[in-house]
């Protein structure tokens, strides 16, 4: 990934995250832990088939070919979204209102 990907992927943003094997992963960043430095992590949180899944993805892993930002939040308090566990989709979404 290149700098300026992984400068927009933040707590609350929208993304798409490519993985070898061509699986997809798409939902929304719920924490971004470590910076910059080597063991780096983002977790990405969606729901399938009403069930909460979570996955957490090294900013360096190989194993990871693309990132696409898809829309970031316009405001967002908070640097952990640990909250989002709890609120239905509809909440989610209006506490996330997004730029396009």
């Given at each position: 990934?290149?700098?300026?990907?992984?400068?927009?992927?933040?707590?609350?943003?929208?993304?798409?995250?490519?993985?070898?094997?061509?699986?997809?992963?798409?939902?929304?960043?719920?924490?971004?832990?470590?910076?910059?430095?080597?063991?780096?992590?983002?977790?990405?949180?969606?729901?399938?088939?009403?069930?909460?899944?979570?996955?957490?993805?090294?900013?360096?892993?190989?194993?990871?070919?693309?990132?696409?930002?898809?829309?970031?939040?316009?405001?967002v308090?908070?640097?952990?979204?640990?909250?989002?566990?709890?609120?239905?989709?509809?909440s989610?979404?209006?506490?996330?209102?997004?730029k396009?």
């Open positions: 990934m290149d700098k300026a990907t992984i400068a927009k992927i933040k707590a609350g943003s929208r993304v798409k995250v490519h993985e070898k094997g061509g699986s997809v992963f798409e939902g929304t960043v719920i924490a971004r832990k470590h910076g910059n430095e080597t063991g780096a992590t983002f977790t990405v949180r969606t729901t399938v088939a009403a069930v909460g899944v979570e996955k957490v993805y090294p900013l360096n892993s190989p194993t990871i070919l693309n990132v696409e930002v898809l829309n970031s939040p316009r405001k308090h908070r640097s952990k979204l640990y909250y989002l566990r709890n609120l239905s989709a509809r989610t979404r209006q506490k996330l209102r997004t396009e």
